[in-house]
């Protein structure tokens, strides 16, 4: 089963029996609304998949106020990894695998690295989503929190970390605002050059890497929109 397929039918799940259209970041097919399986058999099946991401190896899914359905899955010596799944807006699937179905290694399957990789699509960098989960929540205060910290990662994958270290704060101010309620970004110290002793509120920044470079851009955004009180964590040396 191709993942085209393999989405496809999940579609059926998300919408109890009624097969949807598709679309592929890099191509698009658009299915026929066919009814595939009856209401009763796509509740029975996404019933089972609850218990999947509730207690087995999709456990790693689940998300607090967000309910999602889905499935792991590893082929024989690791050749292939995936994870399906959907919640109340999204279906999507992710693999993960090698052009010449070479194994991806002894302790890679679809719970350590297909459905991480499926967490961070389905998350605050869709400003909609993003939104739509805040209003239904209904918080009094919003914090985003989420970076990648990773300063190799950050160095090898800069469109990616520019993307969730820098948009989804754009995309958090834009929903602080439209509900009204403050913002909490945390900051990084690692705006800061690190040549000397000591630094402050009052300090230049001037941050070098590609990790501190898209913290810094996104600190900037928010004191440019909102009011703020500026907090910077400093991880290097927090004891």
Request: charged share 25%.
């Amino acid at each position: 089963m191709c993942i085209r397929d393999r989405v496809g039918a999940y579609t059926a799940l998300f919408s109890n029996g009624q097969f949807q259209g598709l679309n592929l970041i890099s191509d698009s097919y658009n299915g026929f609304e066919d009814i595939v399986i009856s209401e009763e058999i796509a509740m029975e099946i996404k019933d089972m998949l609850s218990e999947a991401v509730n207690t087995g190896t999709g456990r790693n899914a689940l998300v607090k106020n967000t309910k999602i359905i889905g499935k792991t899955g590893t082929t024989n010596d690791s050749v292939s990894t995936w994870f399906s799944g959907f919640h109340k807006d999204l279906v999507t699937t992710v693999w993960v695998g090698t052009d010449d179905f070479t194994s991806l290694g002894n302790k890679e399957f679809g719970s350590t690295i297909a459905l991480p990789i499926w967490l961070n699509y389905m998350d605050f960098r869709d400003r909609e989503l993003y939104l739509k989960d805040v209003e239904e929540f209904k918080p009094n205060y919003l914090f985003h929190l989420g970076a990648f910290t990773n300063l190799e990662f950050c160095e090898k994958n800069k469109n990616k970390t520019y993307i969730t270290n820098t948009l989804s704060v754009e995309n958090a101010v834009f929903v602080a605002n439209k509900l009204d309620i403050p913002l909490l970004y945390i900051s990084t110290a690692g705006i800061f050059d690190g040549k000397q002793d000591k630094y402050d509120d009052w300090s230049d920044p001037n941050p070098l890497g590609v990790y501190a470079r898209t913290k810094y851009m996104a600190e900037k955004f928010v004191q440019r929109i909102l009011p703020f009180d500026r907090f910077r964590w400093d991880w290097w040396n927090s004891r």
